[in-house]
């Protein structure tokens, strides 16, 4: 049995890092912009931790669908998800790729209170963070428990990593 040896080196990511908004709007950029490099967030005493993927959650506040981006904004402030319309098949309210086939109850520049995670490529920090989104899912259905919990999750994920 022979290896097939793979000549291209493929760049590798880490797994998502749990962050809040706010997390990043004070983060260090790490590369050029745009780049999808990826942060450096400062988690306090002298400790930070290097992210490019994020998992964030937070409230849907508005969709434009025309520019394929979402608002949301978890207890930290706002933060902007771009390629909505781009996200690969997995949930099925997802599959066509389309946000409003997920939340059907959204029109063009209308607002909600959906509460959904997404997972994601940091493009910007400062002044609004921006992640290109890879996945995204409605959690609404149990929004309240997923609310009091996003905290606690990520800063014991981050306790970790860091």
Same mark, same amino acid.
């Not at 745009?34 to 930070?48: F, H, M, N, P, Y």
């Not at 434009?64 to 099925?92: C, H, S, W, Y």
């Not at 309210?93 to 959906?114: E, I, N, R, T």
């Given at each position: 049995?022979?290896?097939?040896?793979?000549?291209?080196?493929?760049?590798?990511?880490?797994p998502?890092?749990?962050?809040?908004?706010?997390?990043?709007?004070?983060?260090?950029?790490?590369?050029?912009?745009?780049?999808?490099?990826?942060? !450096?967030?400062?988690?306090?005493?002298?400790?930070?931790?290097?992210?490019?993927?994020?998992?964030?959650?937070?409230?849907?506040?508005?969709?434009?669908?025309?520019?394929?981006?979402?608002?949301?904004?978890?207890?930290?402030?706002?933060?902007?998800?771009?390629?909505?319309?781009?996200?690969?098949?997995?949930?099925?309210c997802?599959?066509?790729?389309?946000? +409003?086939?997920?939340?059907?109850d959204?029109?063009?520049?209308?607002?909600?209170?959906? +509460?959904?995670?997404v997972?994601?490529?940091?493009?910007?920090?400062?002044?609004?963070? !921006?992640?290109?989104?890879?996945?995204?899912?409605?959690?609404?259905?149990?929004?309240?428990?997923?609310?009091?919990?996003?905290?606690?999750?990520?800063?014991?994920?981050?306790?970790?990593?860091?």
């Amino acid at each position: 049995m022979s290896k097939t040896l793979n000549t291209t080196v493929e760049r590798k990511r880490p797994p998502p890092v749990k962050v809040l908004s706010g997390q990043l709007r004070t983060a260090e950029n790490w590369g050029t912009a745009d780049s999808g490099d990826g942060c !450096v967030i400062r988690l306090g005493r002298g400790r930070s931790l290097p992210v490019s993927l994020v998992w964030m959650q937070g409230t849907v506040l508005e969709v434009q669908l025309d520019r394929n981006t979402v608002l949301l904004m978890d207890e930290t402030g706002t933060f902007a998800v771009q390629g909505v319309n781009n996200i690969p098949k997995g949930k099925p309210c997802l599959s066509q790729g389309v946000v +409003y086939l997920c939340f059907p109850d959204l029109q063009k520049h209308s607002k909600s209170g959906k +509460y959904v995670m997404v997972m994601g490529v940091i493009q910007a920090v400062s002044p609004e963070p !921006v992640i290109r989104a890879v996945k995204m899912a409605d959690l609404s259905e149990l929004a309240a428990l997923h609310r009091r919990m996003w905290k606690l999750e990520v800063e014991d994920l981050q306790q970790v990593l860091a």
